[in-house]
């Protein structure tokens, strides 16, 4: 069974610090990891991709991706209040399959 | 770009109806598209992927002639609650791809409820 496994929180954060949201996913072959942000009572909106080992950084956003370590990470900086919502860690798996984590409550404090 | 509507964004239906909700890819062609379940405070449940033009895929324990899907056109994805019972209710999402990309990008979801 591919997994995907992610904290689920709340993770807390004062406003203005980084919040560090965390991934490990079971399936080695994989090759596209993915983040989405899901405010509540809302539908999930893709914020990044990565592909590669390393970082890859989009504005305030950094995804760290670890392949060996079958670790993926999320960084978020200068976090603000309207950053508050659960993050989906996802990976996709072969075919048209992707494989959604439950995700993590990040509460930014204001 | 690659915005994904649906519709009805809201529905309350009696026991025992059906109702059809319709995802459309707005700015791009969408080869593949799929249909997700979400319960309050759980995490996504696939529920099944649909390719343009042939039969959906259902996940496991997903009961295909409850939930029907077609997929007729490269933008149109539609998805019937059949003989809706009020465990039905839920927050019911879709998501398309764009050719070639395992990115998804979700319709803003739509709410049933059966009474």
């Known amino acids: 069974q591919k997994e995907v496994e992610q904290n689920s929180g709340p993770l807390s954060v004062p406003e203005g610090a980084i919040a560090s949201l965390n991934c490990t996913y079971s399936?080695?072959?994989?090759?596209?990891f993915f983040w989405y942000r899901q405010y509540s009572g809302k539908s999930p909106e893709l914020i990044m991709s990565i592909y590669s080992n390393g970082d890859k950084e989009d504005g305030r956003f950094t995804a760290q991706l670890n392949k060996a370590s079958q670790y993926v990470s999320l960084l978020i900086r200068d976090s603000q209040p309207s950053d508050s919502a659960t993050y989906l860690c996802a990976f996709h798996t072969g075919g048209f399959k992707t494989i959604f984590g439950a995700g993590t409550r990040l509460f930014v404090k204001a | 770009g690659a915005v994904v509507s649906q519709h009805p964004s809201w529905v309350i239906c009696k026991s025992g109806t059906s109702v059809k909700i319709e995802c459309r890819s707005l700015?791009?062609?969408?080869?593949?598209m799929f249909w997700y379940r979400q319960f309050p405070k759980q995490s996504l449940m696939l529920m099944a992927t649909?390719?343009?033009?042939?039969?959906?895929?259902?996940e496991q324990g997903v009961e295909k002639d409850k939930f029907l899907i077609n997929h007729a056109s490269l933008t149109l994805s539609t998805l019937t609650v059949t003989s809706a019972h009020p465990e039905d209710s839920s927050f019911y999402i879709c998501?398309?791809?764009?050719?070639?990309?395992?990115?998804?990008?979700f319709g803003p979801g739509t709410r049933l409820t059966v009474t």
């Open positions: 998501s398309a791809s764009l050719p070639g990309s395992y990115e998804q990008y």
């Open positions: 700015d791009f062609q969408a080869t593949t």
């Open positions: 649909s390719n343009e033009g042939s039969k959906a895929t259902y």
């Open positions: 399936d080695r072959v994989s090759q596209s």
